[in-house]
């Protein structure tokens, strides 16, 4: 399907390098995107990119679990005010390339040091987030996804204010947001919605020469639950003889649960040597996911237009004990209610480590080639960052991707 | 041979271009002082383009095509041109912050530095006058 857009894309191309960028009152277009193959050699559970992804590559070359394309339009009507809109077409919920819209905002820079947006913006729960489907932008074919692939929110609908300060040779900046999701997520064959949750966050960040360091810390208010009503109902229907049922029920509530996503981040730029280093940890007051945290380290060195790098990324999850009171042995119903319940505990079970290679070249001005191939060591029970596991799944894959990224 | 006499010569303009020496200009009368490394690339980088008069910076480009670009920013960041469009790109369609605006050669720029107070832009030593000042220059390389 990408290979489709692909005259489109050049004569986009061919108009867009005739703009000049940012003289007041004009209209500007620009986009980006990624064709590639991607192939997991595991047949027993399928890789994907993120948790958008309904399905993903379990022993086939797949195009789609890496390439998407953006375009975005900015209209700079002053120099303190502007619009922006940003449309991206990637595989994800409802199993296709269906458009959304990823950002949709204004934004008023009263003064340098300070700029306020409202409207529709892409999340930024940590560093180098907010920009994880613009590929040219960075090494690797996509962002790690033990880190970033169980982070599934997209864009926020809301407001953010960002301030920067300089103390010396250092500039320390700062950013507040809030807004509700608008985005509905694959789970099976099932849709969760997220319309209407709540998220607040902020960051902090220090720049120092070719150090940045970022704090980040955003808190999320579900509004749905997961699609798992028959579960849920039939928890409450056995509530009044067997509380602990009940109990069961309401802490496998989603609805009016919080999750805290806090992470730090540290980058080192100078020159040809990149370096990157993240940490994360997220807790949830439900009981229907687990607790996790992540890291990952990666590390690039150019010569000339090749950039080969390396990386080392995990994900470990606490699992979590929910006791249904519901005896065993007694009905097959009973015991296919616990067994599901075990099941929806199971599935948020992430626990794997993975290790990174491959290179970076760009080979023309505006586009860059990539190849990478990642290890992927896990435990059998990582089901998390998965699609359509089966009994024969042991965690364990190698991920081959090509990925040409461009941008105009 | 005037053949074999051109190459010499050739070649020590192709390395005269390659070495130019870029300087960062502004308008003689700009309020715009003398900056260290740190606050110009602050500046073309879009992280903070605050002046003292509270007023905003406004870089220049050349195209990211132009031996200029090259060569201003391997002095400036030791990154290739590819490096900053890739960082540009990041910024760009996270809406963040508008780049630096691109003019289409040093000519191009010097009018715009002379038309604005607020406007600052590299070019090749060279291509100074005494109607431009020079707020940073790269040292003895």
């Known amino acids: 399907m990408p290979t489709r857009l692909f005259p489109l894309l050049l004569l986009l191309l061919n108009a867009a390098a005739q703009a000049d960028p940012a003289i007041p009152g004009e209209l500007q277009l620009n986009g980006f995107g990624s064709i590639g193959m991607t192939r997991s050699s595991n047949r027993n559970a399928a890789f994907v990119r993120d948790l958008n992804q309904p399905k993903g590559t379990q022993g086939q070359w797949r195009s789609e679990t890496d390439s998407l394309f953006g375009l975005q339009a900015s209209w700079q009507i002053s120099q303190q005010l502007a619009l922006v809109a940003q449309g991206i077409s990637r595989y994800h919920f409802g199993n296709s390339y269906a458009p959304e819209l990823m950002s949709a905002f204004v934004r008023y820079e009263p003064r340098p040091f300070g700029s306020l947006r409202v409207g529709r913006m892409p999340t930024d729960f940590y560093l180098y987030s907010d920009s994880r489907h613009v590929g040219y932008s960075y090494l690797t074919v996509r962002p790690s996804t033990d880190f970033f692939g169980v982070l599934p929110f997209s864009h926020l609908d809301g407001a953010d204010l960002q301030l920067a300060h300089p103390f010396g040779n250092s500039l320390l900046r700062g950013k507040l947001y809030w807004g509700k999701l608008d985005e509905d997520l694959p789970l099976a064959d099932r849709r969760w919605q997220l319309a209407g949750s709540r998220l607040a966050g902020g960051n902090l960040s220090l720049q120092h020469g070719p150090w940045t360091v970022r704090l980040s810390s955003t808190i999320l208010h579900f509004q749905h639950n997961l699609p798992i009503a028959e579960v849920s109902d039939a928890l409450r229907q056995l509530a009044p003889g067997l509380p602990a049922a009940g109990e069961t029920a309401r802490r496998l509530d989603v609805a009016g649960s919080n999750s805290r996503f806090h992470s730090l981040g540290a980058v080192y730029d100078e020159g040809p040597l990149q370096l990157q280093a993240m940490l994360s940890h997220a807790s949830h007051s439900t009981a229907a996911f687990q607790d996790w945290r992540a890291a990952y380290i990666l590390a690039g060195y150019r010569r000339g237009n090749l950039t080969p790098f390396v990386g080392y990324s995990w994900i470990r999850s606490r699992s979590r004990e929910l006791d249904t009171g519901i005896p065993r042995g007694i009905s097959p119903d009973l015991d296919r209610l616990n067994a599901g319940i075990a099941g929806i505990l199971a599935d948020s079970h992430s626990e794997q480590q993975t290790t990174t290679l491959g290179l970076r070249w760009d080979l023309a001005s505006q586009f860059a080639l990539k190849i990478q191939h990642d290890i992927i060591r896990g435990q059998p029970g990582s089901l998390f960052p998965y699609r359509n596991e089966n009994q024969a799944w042991n965690g364990r894959t190698r991920v081959s991707s090509i990925v040409l990224d461009f941008i105009f | ?141």
């Open chain 2, 1 to 141: 041979m005037p053949r074999l006499h051109a190459l010499p010569l050739l070649l020590l303009l192709a390395l005269s271009a390659a070495h130019a020496e870029m300087v960062v200009a502004v308008r003689a009368d700009s309020e715009i002082g003398p900056l260290n490394k740190t606050e110009l690339t602050h500046i073309f980088l879009g992280r903070y383009r605050q002046l003292a008069s509270g007023q905003q910076a406004e870089p220049l480009d050349l195209p990211v095509a132009s031996p200029e670009h090259a060569a201003f920013y391997e002095a400036l960041l030791n990154k290739t041109s590819a490096e900053i469009r890739a960082y540009w790109a990041r910024l760009v369609f996270t809406g963040r912050v508008a780049p630096p605006r691109t003019v289409d050669n040093s000519e191009r720029l010097q009018e715009q530095l002379l038309a604005n107070p607020r406007a600052l832009g590299y070019l090749e030593r060279t291509k100074l006058d005494r109607r431009l000042r020079v707020v940073f220059e790269f040292g003895e390389r």
